[in-house]
């Protein structure tokens, strides 16, 4: 189930954060690590923080967008550090452990981590079905990169020590759609909503982000998104 | 209930670990930090790592032994990658933080770290009433200082804010005992044994530390330790 994980790290600053975090992931099992755009990788300085983990390192995946690195993930997991203006579904860690561990025993599923400095972005945590803070003191809560990785993959590994090993072939009928799948959706409905003149220009972003954090909360299944994109097709072929 | 607990670090290498440790306690809520032999403190890598967590390394404590770290705490418990030759009473981080939570309390209870190579010495882990082990990939066990000293202090912070406080005074009759007065009955125990020719130069290290795993297991209450030591000086009236 572990190695169905993945951690992301987007825009990591110091490589020497990379290498703490792949250690991290391997003391607890993990070992699919992707980098979205970091500073500098691959790095001596990376390596050196991995300690013996530099296999973690060797087989990291560097993209250049999100969208890649989440490339066929079903759940997808943002971190964060305050709740945001907008409130979205929020998981503690262990909660987060649990229902991640839960759809890795069939699936490839991501958990996405911020730059050290700004966190995620508000258009990159709304990629995620859900966000996952850490409780920590109100009045510092600044935890390294590296052992914000170390408290979520610790919770993963307990999670996965409790979960009974699941041998039955995951129900097709249930199976969570892709990320790719669901983003496919938001630019068809995005468009689909323009040409019915819901959306303008003016009000677009912010109902787009509410439709997503919507069904960001259900985890859609993909016969569900079939559903919605058959709507969609219907919809455009009437005003055709 | 945190400010009652204590982290003890014992003969940290590296500055750096020291530093990232505090700002790992203080993320968390922890605020007592005691450094036993540190090699290098105070160090600027200490603070440059520690971020913005300096105010802990200023009030931390360096003394020369671990008896001086322990002075005024009851609960003591040692943290260990791997089970010993003889079983001592092993806590997983979860429940040694909900143990700790509640005798913090009312008490100052300790947390107990080692070298960054070779962590505690069996010596060492004999003070401690328990042991706790993080449950690494047993393929790669070895946790940064700092990644260890984050995900205890963590499972600390979340049992905390699932504690109800108590605010009943500490009822005097079920005290613990101290850390040094238990200490002090081992000695006058050992004197005892050797004078009762229970004990002799060949059987004594490994008779005591089964003695040792015997009341840690227990937690020793102030009364129930002023009986033992009664006997003990009993004894010793009936021989002289």
Redesign the interface.
């Known amino acids: 189930m572990l190695t169905n994980i993945r951690i992301v790290l987007i825009g990591t600053k110091h490589p020497g954060n990379i290498g ?1 975090a792949a ?2 992931m ?4 993990l070992r699919q690590l992707y980098l979205v755009n970091p500073v500098e990788f691959p790095s001596s300085k990376a390596v050196a923080m991995s ?3 530099d296999d973690l390192l060797a087989e990291a995946i560097v993209v250049n967008n999100l969208e890649q690195a989440l490339s066929g993930c079903s759940l997808v997991v943002g971190t964060s550090a305050r709740q945001r203006k907008l409130p979205w579904p929020l998981l503690a ?2 909660e987060c452990a649990e229902l991640m561990i839960k759809h890795a025993t069939t699936q490839t599923v991501a958990l996405v981590f911020g730059r050290e400095d700004t966190g995620l972005l508000n258009e990159e945590l709304d990629r995620c079905h859900y966000h996952v803070t ?4 109100p009045e ?5 990169l ?2 914000a990785v ?2 979520l993959s ?1 919770e993963l ?2 999670a996965s ?1 409790n979960e009974p090993v699941n041998h039955e072939p995951l129900d097709d009928e249930f199976a969570l759609a892709s990320a790719e799948y669901i983003e496919k959706f938001y630019q068809h409905l995005e468009a689909v909503l323009y040409r019915i003149r819901f959306l303008d220009s003016q009000n677009a972003e912010r109902i787009m982000r509410r439709l997503r954090r919507l069904f960001s909360r259900t985890v859609l299944e993909r016969k569900e998104l079939n559903i919605l994109r058959g709507i969609l097709v219907a919809v455009t072929k009437q005003l055709d």
Request: aromatic share 6%; net charge positive; no cysteine.
């Open positions: 703490a250690r991290a391997k003391t607890m099992g300690s013996n983990a860690p262990r850490i409780p920590a003191n510092y809560s600044s935890l390294n590296a052992a170390q408290v610790y590994r307990v020590l």
